[in-house]
């Protein structure tokens, strides 16, 4: 019989970080433990405050499953008993790093993947001034991919200052739901002359039906308007590409699935993910395969990350050591 355990952890941050909804200097994650057979599975998820989660409510809802995960509960049987969300995501990634474990075979093979390759990852700067914001991406000018955290007002200021300070760099802008449908109109002209190569969730989750009557020069990204599956059908004519996060999504055999059925749709794929550590990115990597673009830079922004974690060159992720998870 397998036993479910979590534990809620905390890592400081290299420096503060801030998104349109707050600043943060450290990261809090959740951790589920599922042990049977001497093996252990372990998986992890970010709670999000925007969808409702905090650590304790989401160790709450994992340690409620403990039961039915010990009698055997599956993926499939997971997936119809939680909503999508962080608790469920770190169930159902304990549960295939335990099936990988127990077979003595890795998670890409048993998911009837291809073996990963290294992939490229965006490195994220938070919202600051112009100014600092520059400084930031100077620091970070050799990086092939820079995303930007905006918030409205300043923003072309902020992506001009970026835009001189790393000059070869692509740059991806995240609104994170900040934008009015006036502000897109001005910006996004600026924004397509100074190269940005994608924009994410210009405006509100449930009030993004203005873009679907605006040109899209610049591609546009939904992150928080775009969850699992069932999120595809009300993106269609508003949006480009979608942004797959394994929190969101609710675990990798969601977030796998999300991936076929995006492509399917027409639409882009990136991969992203909170802040959190490398237990995290591990399996977000195998659907990074899939993806146009990668946001998988957590580990980066940690003062401490797990010992195994991913070894990272630069902004080139090799996939994870199977003693981390896998």
């Known amino acids: 019989m397998a036993e479910l355990s979590a534990r809620i952890e905390t890592f400081p941050l290299r420096r503060h970080f801030t998104i349109s909804r707050g600043t943060k200097t450290e990261t809090v994650v959740v951790t589920a433990m599922l042990a049977e057979g001497g093996f252990v599975g372990r998986g992890e998820c970010g709670p999000n405050a925007r969808y409702g989660e ?20 599956d993926r499939e049987a997971l997936h119809e008993a939680m909503p999508a969300g962080a608790a469920r995501n770190a169930i159902d990634c304990a549960l295939w790093d335990l099936e990988a474990k127990r077979s003595g075979t890795p998670v890409w093979q048993l998911a009837g993947l291809a073996e990963p390759e290294p992939i490229v990852t965006a490195f994220t ?42 000059p070869e760099c692509r740059l991806i802008v995240d609104a994170n739901e900040a934008w009015q449908p006036g502000e897109y109109d001005r910006l ?50 508003r949006y480009d590409a979608v942004n797959i996060k394994l929190d969101k999504a ?60 991913l070894t990272v060159s630069g902004s080139t992720i090799a996939p994870a050591p199977r003693a981390l998870w896998g």
Request: net charge negative.
């Open 54 to 73: 905090t650590p304790e409510s989401v160790l709450a809802d994992i340690r409620a499953m403990a039961p039915a995960v010990g009698s055997g509960m």
């Open 125 to 166: 700067l938070s919202i600051d001034t112009p100014e600092a914001m520059a400084a930031q991406a100077a620091e970070n000018a050799d990086r092939p991919l820079l995303k930007l955290k905006l918030s409205g007002e300043g923003d072309l200021a902020r992506v001009q200052a970026i835009r001189a300070a790393a």
């Open 188 to 237: 996004v002209p600026e924004l397509d002359g100074l190269g940005v190569a994608l924009i994410e969730q210009p405006f509100p989750a449930g009030e993004d039906a203005p873009l679907a009557d605006r040109p899209r020069p610049v591609p546009v990204c939904a992150d928080e308007s775009f969850s699992d599956c069932s999120s595809l059908a009300a993106l269609a004519g």
């Open 250 to 309: 609710g675990g990798l055999t969601e977030a796998l699935a999300a991936a076929r059925a995006a492509r399917a749709a027409g639409l882009d794929v990136m991969v992203g993910c909170m802040v959190a550590t490398s237990l995290a990115m591990a399996p977000a990597m195998l659907v990074a395969q899939f993806a146009s673009l990668a946001d998988l830079d957590g580990p980066l922004l940690l003062s401490r990350d797990r010992d195994p974690g």
